[in-house]
């Protein structure tokens, strides 16, 4: 099992920039995908960005692609999330969360954090 907690979350303009970030404590995290998911109020939990803790290797949902980079410091334990050009629609509680490689479900889940973008 992971230990996740967020931190970064807040309320910015359109347009502004925000920095999400989850650390990460347990087991080795080398063998762990990380990913960063996100809920706005009414709708279901979406995918939002992922990367391999070993290799570094991203993936990104295509509405914020260009907009949104993943990154992990290794020594840190950490996975950060770099939000740029925000939009009102990207308001949501973020959560990060950590998934086996190789398997599809992400077990450990973090508390979340809102993020809250005005107009």
């Known amino acids: 099992q992971v230990q996740l907690a967020e931190s970064g979350g807040g309320l910015v303009q359109a347009g502004g920039s925000l920095r999400l970030s989850c650390a990460a404590s347990g087991r080795t995290l080398s063998s762990y995908v990380m990913g960063w998911f996100r809920q706005a109020p009414g709708k279901e939990r979406e995918f939002v960005a992922s990367i391999t803790w070993s290799a570094g290797y991203t993936y990104y949902s295509a509405s914020i692609k260009g907009r949104f980079t993943i990154s992990r410091d290794n020594a840190q334990k950490t996975v950060s999330l770099q939000m740029n050009s925000l939009k009102p629609e990207d308001t949501a509680v973020y959560y990060c969360?950590?998934?086996?490689?190789?398997?599809?479900?992400?077990?450990?889940w973090g508390q979340g954090t809102q993020v809250t973008v005005s107009s």
């Open positions: 969360a950590a998934r086996v490689a190789g398997t599809l479900q992400y077990n450990d």
